[in-house]
Every structure is written in C-alpha cells, then in structure tokens.
C-alpha cells in the first residue's frame, strides 16, 4: 500500500523495504541539491561564521524536506530547480561573452 504513495526518490532508495538505509540516502540526496541549488542561485559572499549558520539551516530544513520527500516529489522539484539554474548560468555566460566580443569589436572600430 505504502509503495504505491512513495515519491521516484523514495522508491529509488527503496525506503519501503530498507527504511533506515533509504531515509539516509533520501536525506543525503536533498542535502545535495538544496547545496547545489543554494550555490546556482542564492549564493553571495558571506563571512565564514554567517556561511556556517546558512549550512547549518540547509541541513536542518532538509531533515524535514526528507520526511515529506517519502510521498511528495521534493528530491524532484529540488532536482528540477538545479536544472533550470544550470541552464540559467550557463545562458547568462555566453550572453556575458557576447557582450564582451561586441565591446572590444565596437573598440576596435572606434580605433
């Protein structure tokens, strides 16, 4: 009855039938992409101590994130999320290095 609830993660790491070993990875897994999330797109430099306190509060959220990740897609939406963010970033990229080329072309005419 449960297996028919669990979300693809849940059902992945098989938290059904091994639920101490599939939790941990469930948990590892949102760590992971709340991190990789956090530093696509909300990152900023901070000091080490308010850095520390951020990490600290990724690590409790995904504590609960985990337990609602066993039937709601949260490893999936966060995995969507980094997605999306990656594309973001590498877009914004070559936008930047287009910008720069038509600078230095634009120069180089002005010269």
Avoid: C
């Amino acid at each position: 009855m449960i297996e028919n609830r669990l979300s693809l993660f849940a059902s992945f790491f098989q938290v059904d039938e091994n639920p101490q070993l599939g939790m941990w990875l469930l948990y590892g897994t949102i760590v992971v992409l709340s991190i990789i999330a956090y530093h696509l797109g909300f990152s900023h430099k901070l000091p080490i101590l308010k850095t520390m306190i951020v990490y600290l509060f990724l690590l409790l959220g995904s504590s609960i994130l985990s337990f609602l990740g066993t039937v709601l897609p949260v490893a999936e939406g966060l995995l969507l999320i980094v997605l999306v963010l990656t594309v973001y970033r590498i877009r914004r990229k070559v936008e930047q290095r287009g910008e720069k080329q038509i600078k230095e072309v634009s120069i180089q005419k002005t010269e």
